[in-house]
């Protein structure tokens, strides 16, 4: 989990990365963040620092290069999305550290001792009163030098353009250019000094002042997708209600309550952290959490999650799980983990800009040099046009195309109720071919209900007496399929059981109003010397609702059987229209279960599965993934320990989320919250759409760097256009990005 600290602003116009992050409170603390740690490097230390001015690969490379070669530096750990930079290193090299880092013109900042790096970074907003004074300037330039006014009223306008708009820009150029790196603000500041040399004071002036005034609207911009997760995440309330040792309640930091601590709730107030209700029965809305739009009812032994919404009845609940170890911490956990990895279409777009820069840089410098050398054209024009194709070098445009997009496709789905743990399983979700399903509390409910009940002599049963007879045998049962039948009848206006017994195997027997009877399977019943045997009529009905996957249990007296009961785990209602939207999207299913072949071979029947595999152990789950895998790529959705291996071996594992054990959602790729199996086609679609989105982002930055290229080479380029193109192209990727974030 991150905090957020505020430091000194540092929008940079390269962002190769978003700053993602993340935190859902005020007063959490970010465990990874520790000012020194322990490392597996035995008498070594580990140091976390904060450079704000640390955001792009450009920063990245300039620190390693630096730090790396050095006595006492063990290994660096870059983390540009929350600008946090770790050094594994000698105790004694700390200092050497901060003072090389520095050297650089960055500023470390460490966490007091003890104590973590806060609150993420959120940069103050910068004031605008000197970019409108700087922006009259140049424009007081342009107007000046076109109404040909003394030229040194112009140049002075500019220069005060310059001074106000630029002084950043060229400090961050200058540090560029002196360690041989040619960032957007390098390019800027070459150009910018060009265009001035060459005369052109009023347009170098408008240049940095428009490069200036964008790169805060592109700041601006870009803090929404960086701070999507947060602004979702940030519903865990600082205070909570807490019960002290005398009885009374106190206000307390949330962070700081312990699990078993009894807290409380009023109506409309939000969950402080897990726990389980112990008094009272509510509504609450877990939209944060799930993502389900109905707000889920709660009584006496629920559990609650920190950030969902209280409806309109008090509760006190037993805190389960401290702050840094709730649903919603693992969820800000997972999805920061997975904006920190990146996906492939990124890694492509980033090995393409390091060629891509460089090769414009040379055609720059051979637009400058050749044709007044070969064709004795003009040196002025064409070092001028060299200057425009330098700011058209910069790929910043194409670079955040593709993190942006990614992030803004994590923190849609997340606002859905499905965590997606890296940006590799949101592109792939679209090239799906195959999903195999688990059978009990992924496309079932997990627990058994009375499904039939058949009754063999109507004469007696004229009110439900059988039903009514069955649950008091049951209610002296722990077994599932006993429990089924009582909650079917329900626990009130039982009747009397005396001389009850369960026996191992079989089931229950008791005597009622003086006449024994059993409650049990058909062969126990079948097995006891009797007059209560089965005939083939009622073994044809029972092997009937078998081949269902229903489990009979028989009602008998001494010398008949009363009635069939049947019962099974009952389908969710999500499944059915779930596995309908899937094929409807050209993805084949497949169902892996543990349980007997009839009830699979139901339940793949009701829900539309394609292909069914039944008495399987977990290694037999693996095995059936692997072999799936050669038909294209493979999800495998399940909820239990024994789907792990599964889980991980699939190309995108899908963890049952609320229901599902720890195991299966660490394993997992992808943890559907609410365990509606209407989420995995919703994770489908958010692919495609993050894909088009990509496609589209990479297309408008490549093709508008074209026609500016091309145009500048034809002579029809200017420096205002080479900066329209560079820094309205960015604007253009983060908007369209940003739609991903109401799908």
Known sequence: MSGRTSMSSHHHHCHDHIDHSVHHGHSQADPGLNAIEATSVPGAARTAMRISQMDCPTEEGLIRKKLEPMAGVLGVHFNLMRRVLTVDHAPSALADILQAIQSLGFEPELPEQGKVLGKALAAPAKSWWPMVVAAVAALGAEVVHWLDYPGWISIMLAMLAIALSGTATYKKGLLAVRHGNLNINALMSIAVTGALALGHWAEGAMVMVLFSIAELLEARSLDRARHAITRLMEVAPETVSMQSADGGWLTVVAASVEPGAMLRARPGERIGLDGRIVGGRTTVDQAPITGESMPVEKGVGDIVFAGSINGMAEIEYRVEAAFSDTMLARIVHAVEAAQASKAPTQRLVDRFAKVYTPIVCGLALLVALIPPLVLQEPWLDWFYKALVLLVIACPCALVISTPVAIVSGLAAAARHGILIKGGIHLEQGRRLAWLALDKTGTLTEGRPRQTDIVVLDRQIDNDGHYQRLAASLAAR????????????????????????????????????????????SLRWVNSLATGARS?????????????????????????????????????????????????????????????????AHGIARQVGIDNVHAELMPGDKLKAIQRYGGLGVVGMVGDGINDAPALARADIGFAMGAMGSDTAIETADVALMDDDLRKIPRFIRLSNATHAVLVQNISVALGIKAVFLILTVWGMGTMWMAVFADVGASLLVVANSLRLLRK
């Open 535 to 599: 005939g083939s009529d009622l073994e044809h009905r029972a092997a009937a609702l078998q081949d269902q996957g229903k489990t009979v249990t028989v009602l008998a007296s001494a010398d008949r059987i009363l009635a069939l009961f049947a019962v099974a785990d009952a389908v969710k209602p999500s499944s059915q229209e779930a596995i309908a939207q899937l094929h409807g999207m050209g993805v084949q299913t497949a169902m892996l279960s543990g349980d007997n072949l009839p009830a």
């Open 477 to 520: 049962s722990d077994h599932p399929v006993s429990q089924a039948i009582l909650q079917a009848y329900g626990s009130d206006d039982l009747l009397d059981v005396h001389d009850s017994a369960a026996v191992l195997g079989g089931g229950t027997q008791g005597r009622v109003e003086g006449v024994l009877y059993r409650l049990g």
